[in-house]
């Protein structure tokens, strides 16, 4: 008798549990967490029977990159050291195209703390102790295009690198020589 009983808590508390769970098959379960949870990526301690291992935590090799993926080499230098070094391969394309894609990139990623017009006067940047600096005035008005590609790329200070943003190298590019655009229509 006392068993049955224990199977019969166990079993009702089973029930329960699914009732709770899944309310009938015409109403949507009840979610306490978000979708993240339903993705079909694989989750950090997935098994992968077929390797035997824990394959969401796998660790690529030591010393491989991702497939498409050069290792920027000015990283840890100095500006001073990338400016020297680096050449804008665009640096004659003001066509409409290239510079409204610079401009779509800067806009996004640049203007809230530059400002549109690139005087340093983003929406966020009365936030900041020490201020984004304008673009459009020296001692950033002398710079060379490939401190600019530098400064998005490796990042600057306390100014973040935008290469995991802006992927492409050309857009970079084109982020450089929207900026020349602005500079050009502030001394007008
Ligand atoms: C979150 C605010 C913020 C954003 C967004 C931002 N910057 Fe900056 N930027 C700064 C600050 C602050 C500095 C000054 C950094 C320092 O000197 O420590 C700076 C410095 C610079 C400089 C001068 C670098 C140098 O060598 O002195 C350039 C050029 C520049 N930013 C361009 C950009 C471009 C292009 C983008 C967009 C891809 C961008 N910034 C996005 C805040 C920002």
């Not at 224990?6 to 899944?22: E, G």
């Not at 894609?101 to 936030?127: F, L, M, P, Q, S």
């Amino acid at each position: 008798m006392k068993l049955l009983n224990k199977n019969l808590t166990a079993i009702s508390l089973l029930a329960l549990f699914l009732v709770a769970c899944n309310a009938g098959k015409d109403q949507t379960n009840i979610e306490i967490f978000d979708d993240h949870f339903d993705q079909i990526s694989v989750k950090a301690q997935d098994w992968d029977p077929k390797l035997g291992m824990d394959a969401g935590m796998r660790i690529p090799p030591e010393g491989t990159v991702p497939k498409g993926f050069k290792p920027y080499k000015y990283r840890f230098q100095p500006p001073e050291v990338a400016e020297k070094a680096i050449k804008n391969p665009y640096a004659d394309d003001f066509s409409p195209a290239f510079i409204e894609r610079g401009k779509n990139r800067y806009d996004i990623y640049c203007a809230v703390c530059h400002g549109t017009g690139g005087a340093g006067d983003g929406t966020v940047a009365e936030k900041f102790l020490l201020k984004p600096p304008s673009l459009i005035v020296d001692p950033i008005l002398g710079f060379n295009d490939g401190r600019f590609f530098h400064t998005i790329t490796a990042g600057k200070g306390v100014m973040g690198a935008y290469d995991k943003q802006i992927r492409d190298l050309k857009d970079r590019w084109a982020v450089v020589n929207y900026i020349r655009t602005l500079q050009k229509k502030s001394k007008k």
